[in-house]
């Protein structure tokens, strides 16, 4: 493998890869994207090894959902094979995040406490405070960093896995396992993202917000777009330097 290229999992067309294609054009990597939704759709094969990195993004769908979505069973099966390889870098983002989680002995299930939407905060553990990337992105100033959240459905983390952060109603937001990092909030998502998910949120399922004050959560998602953009930015610099830097042990 020649080239650092990556590969971008897409599950919908209202989730796009966002800043993460701007990041990697920016940088002159290579990268593929495949809307593995799509009914024309060319998979790779499970044990390929084109590619030095695989992003997962998120998705309306349910990890758990694989009886619906058919697509999400060879996505399992793919994400799988690819972290028992050890060979290839995982960013999971959400959905991506439930689906590592799901396949490697942990459960995705919808959450008891609801949705999560817009700057949630989160703790960091010990491990998380002292881990490459996230530890790069808190400040005197923000404990929690200013990346967007917007999900209803959660996971238990299967036992091999670190767990780097939670949210106050127990949510995993943030955990490692082997060569795969995987966060439940949107690196990739800036505030008109975000509006169009609470936007189209609102006419299909009203109830999912119910709980929440969205405009205090949009108000304030608009209010911090600068410092959220300059969040987003060092992440995935970050992200990348990290597994560049230290592809043998990270």
Same mark, same amino acid.
């Given at each position: *493998? /020649?080239?650092?290229?990556?590969?971008?999992?897409?599950? /919908?067309?209202?989730?796009?890869?966002?800043?993460?294609?701007?990041?990697?054009?920016?940088?002159?990597?290579?990268?593929?994207?495949?809307?593995?939704?799509?009914?024309?759709?060319?998979?790779? &094969?499970? +044990?390929?090894?084109?590619?030095?990195?695989?992003?997962?993004?998120?998705?309306?769908?349910?990890?758990?959902?694989?009886?619906?979505?058919?697509?999400?069973? #060879? %996505?399992?099966?793919?994400?799988?094979?690819?972290?028992? *390889?050890?060979?290839?870098?995982?960013?999971?983002? $959400?959905?991506?995040?439930?689906?590592?989680?799901?396949? $490697?002995?942990?459960?995705?299930?919808?959450? %008891?406490?609801? $949705?999560?939407?817009?700057?949630?905060?989160?703790?960091?553990?010990?491990?998380?405070?002292? +881990?490459? =990337?996230?530890?790069?992105?808190? @400040?005197? %100033?923000?404990?929690? &960093?200013? !990346? =967007? *959240?917007?999900?209803?459905? @959660?996971?238990?983390? &299967?036992? /091999?896995?670190?767990?780097?952060?939670?949210?106050?109603?127990?949510? =995993?937001?943030?955990?490692?396992?082997?060569?795969?990092? $995987?966060?439940?909030?949107?690196?990739?998502?800036?505030?008109?993202?975000?509006?169009? #998910?609470?936007?189209?949120? !609102?006419?299909?399922?009203?109830?999912?917000?119910?709980? !929440?004050?969205?405009? %205090?959560?949009?108000?304030?998602? /608009? +209010?911090?777009?600068?410092?959220?953009?300059?969040?987003?930015?060092?992440?995935?610099?970050?992200?990348?330097?990290? =597994?560049?830097?230290?592809?043998?042990?990270?």
């Amino acid at each position: *493998m /020649s080239l650092k290229k990556v590969l971008i999992i897409q599950h /919908s067309d209202n989730v796009k890869p966002g800043y993460v294609s701007t990041f990697l054009t920016e940088n002159n990597i290579p990268f593929n994207i495949i809307q593995i939704y799509k009914s024309d759709v060319i998979l790779p &094969p499970n +044990d390929t090894q084109d590619y030095f990195a695989i992003i997962s993004l998120g998705g309306p769908q349910g990890a758990y959902e694989d009886n619906i979505y058919e697509y999400l069973k #060879w %996505e399992k099966q793919f994400l799988h094979t690819q972290l028992t *390889m050890n060979t290839t870098h995982l960013l999971g983002i $959400c959905l991506g995040a439930q689906l590592l989680a799901d396949t $490697c002995g942990g459960k995705a299930f919808e959450g %008891e406490q609801g $949705c999560e939407a817009g700057y949630v905060q989160y703790e960091l553990t010990d491990e998380g405070k002292s +881990d490459p =990337i996230l530890s790069q992105l808190l @400040t005197s %100033e923000q404990q929690s &960093p200013l !990346l =967007i *959240m917007h999900h209803g459905d @959660t996971f238990r983390l &299967p036992s /091999s896995a670190i767990k780097l952060a939670y949210t106050s109603n127990g949510y =995993i937001a943030a955990y490692r396992i082997n060569k795969a990092f $995987c966060v439940q909030f949107h690196p990739e998502a800036n505030f008109e993202v975000f509006n169009e #998910w609470i936007q189209r949120g !609102l006419q299909k399922l009203p109830r999912f917000y119910s709980h !929440l004050n969205l405009d %205090e959560i949009l108000k304030y998602a /608009s +209010d911090n777009e600068h410092k959220a953009e300059l969040t987003r930015k060092l992440f995935f610099k970050t992200w990348w330097e990290t =597994i560049t830097n230290n592809s043998s042990t990270v």
